[in-house]
């Protein structure tokens, strides 16, 4: 079956960037996407890539996409304390279900 | 365009009891899936439902749990005499038809079973 795989923390300075990065095993997947939650709430779409692309940049967010490593990263620039969250990487399945990875742990300290 | 909505937020349940969590979709979205999320985990699809029909319910639990989403009113997910280990917090999610690949989270319900 499908599997996608998170780190599970990542700390980084405010103003610096950050990088999340993303394994998964199904090459089959159209869409790639990452969501952000916050504690105690649901999840926030915050962008997605389709498969034919390579790159997606939206302000501070820049998505790159390695098909043939199966690979996919969400840089942050200038992270802020705003920032700090749980970012899930997801994939999506059949039926248009999201197969999710397990969280990144986002901690911006000053 | 108010986004998904699930009610209750909170529910405290005793083992044996049945728990019911509502979804309302966004306005125009037919497209409701169910997926829970165990503590320190991601998410995991449980069923995808349009206008009273199940489409996919290969995540759901062979017993205990069922889905309905009615021609009129909410998405309902239905767990009969729960038991611990269903303690998690269960989030519904939408799409319009015309993209079903874009999925919109509601706040979810957050499950306690005593």
């Known amino acids: 079956g499908e599997d996608v795989e998170q780190s599970l923390f990542l700390s980084v300075r405010e103003g610096d960037s950050s990088v999340i990065n993303c394994t998964y095993t199904?090459?089959?997947?159209?869409?790639l996407y990452w969501y952000k939650q916050e504690p105690g709430a649901g999840l926030q779409l915050l962008t997605y890539?389709?498969?034919?692309?390579d790159m997606k940049q939206d302000q501070r967010l820049t998505v790159l996409l390695n098909k043939k490593d199966k690979h996919l990263s969400l840089r942050i620039a200038d992270t802020q304390t705003g920032d700090s969250a749980i970012y899930f990487c997801?994939?999506?399945?059949?039926?248009?279900?999201?197969?999710f990875g397990a969280g990144t742990r986002l901690a911006v300290h000053p | 365009n108010a986004g998904v909505m699930q009610n209750p937020r909170h529910l405290v349940r005793r083992r044996g009891q049945e728990a019911r969590l509502r979804c309302s979709p966004m306005k125009g979205h037919s497209h409701v899936y169910w997926y829970r999320q165990l503590p320190e985990e991601g998410l995991k699809f449980m069923v995808y439902?349009?206008?009273?029909?199940?489409?996919?319910e290969s995540g759901m639990p062979k017993e205990r749990f069922s889905a309905e989403f009615p021609k009129e009113g909410p998405s309902i997910l239905r767990i009969q005499q729960v038991v611990r280990g269903d303690s998690a917090a269960y989030f519904c999610?939408?799409?319009?038809?015309?993209?079903?690949?874009?999925?919109?989270f509601g706040p979810g319900t957050r499950l306690l079973v005593l």
């Open positions: 999610a939408s799409s319009p038809p015309v993209a079903p690949e874009t999925q919109y």
């Open positions: 997801a994939l999506k399945g059949g039926y248009n279900k999201l197969i």
């Open positions: 439902l349009q206008k009273e029909n199940i489409i996919d």
């Open positions: 199904d090459s089959s997947s159209t869409y």
């Open positions: 890539i389709f498969s034919n692309m």
